[in-house]
């Protein structure tokens, strides 16, 4: 029974977050999948090309995924409104993504990683599970942003939480660069996608529909309303 009734506590306010992750993976597996090789648009940039490849950064680039969960899981028990209006600009820029990735395929040329130490073995596994593509805009520059966003929306978070998690969103972001699975346009799309996003979902009525909509899920999956 007690189990019945944490489900019902804490299923409506973990349903969403869970939906929305499913659906940032979807809009970027699925075009990765199904996007041939041909049609790719390999990207030269002198600028990129002057960058090096600095496998250590592989550690941030990685890091990136806890920052994720940390970030998810506050907003599972985030108050509803603030919920929903992260949700709202993680689903926009999750669509907004996926359109990208099939309307401008950009790949990239990656060093070789071949050679011994903890970083390059790091590198080879990164560049084993995900290959080259549904590069612009990039999916890590939106989530840390959005997660670091997060952190100056929360009126208890002092000054070295948001200068921590400043940085610590400046140091993925160049690791995505130094680790060579992003060009720095890729980045700055990222963040400029973030940004428009929960701007979008502040300034518009996009989070109240994306809260109504949950709010229905909820009630017929739980029987109940966060």
Request: aromatic share 10%.
């Given at each position: 029974?007690k189990?019945?009734?944490?489900i019902?506590?804490?299923?409506?306010?973990v349903?969403?977050?869970l939906?929305?992750?499913a659906l940032?993976l979807?809009?970027?597996w699925?075009?990765?999948?199904?996007?041939?090789?041909s049609?790719?648009?390999?990207?030269?940039?002198p600028?990129d090309?002057?960058?090096?490849f600095?496998?250590?950064?592989?550690?941030?680039y990685?890091?990136?995924?806890?920052q994720?969960?940390?970030y998810?899981?506050?907003?599972?028990?985030?108050?509803?409104?603030?919920?929903?209006r992260?949700l709202a600009?993680e689903?926009v820029?999750?669509l907004?993504?996926?359109?990208c990735f099939?309307a401008c395929?950009?790949?990239l040329v990656r060093p070789?990683?071949?050679g011994a130490?903890?970083f390059?073995?790091?590198?080879r596994?990164?560049?084993?599970?995900?290959d080259?593509?549904?590069?612009f805009?990039?999916?890590?520059?939106?989530?840390?942003?959005l997660?670091t966003l997060?952190?100056?929306?929360d009126?208890r978070a002092?000054?070295?939480a948001?200068?921590g998690?400043?940085?610590?969103?400046?140091?993925?972001c160049?690791?995505?660069?130094?680790?060579?699975?992003?060009?720095?346009m890729?980045?700055?799309a990222?963040?400029?996608?973030?940004?428009?996003?929960?701007?979008l979902?502040?300034?518009t009525?996009?989070?109240?529909?994306?809260?109504r909509?949950?709010?229905?899920l909820?009630?017929k999956?739980?029987g109940?309303?966060?």
């Open positions: 029974m189990v019945k009734d944490d019902r506590t804490w299923g409506p306010a349903l969403p977050v939906a929305v992750v940032q979807a809009c970027y699925i075009p990765a999948a199904l996007l041939p090789a049609g790719r648009i390999l990207i030269d940039s600028i090309d002057a960058i090096p600095v496998p250590a950064f592989v550690v941030l990685l890091g990136a995924f806890i994720w969960i940390i998810f899981l506050r907003l599972a028990c985030a108050e509803p409104a603030l919920r929903y992260y600009a689903i820029a999750a907004i993504g996926c359109a099939v395929p950009v790949s070789d990683a071949a130490g903890p390059l073995w790091l590198v596994i990164v560049y084993g599970a995900d080259p593509v549904c590069l805009p990039s999916f890590h520059a939106v989530v840390s942003s997660a997060r952190v100056f929306d009126s002092g000054t070295p948001k200068v998690s400043v940085l610590f969103t400046v140091g993925v160049a690791s995505a660069v130094f680790v060579k699975q992003h060009l720095l890729d980045m700055v990222g963040v400029a996608l973030a940004l428009a996003c929960r701007l979902a502040r300034k009525p996009l989070s109240q529909a994306v809260g909509l949950f709010d229905a909820n009630a999956v739980f109940t309303r966060v």
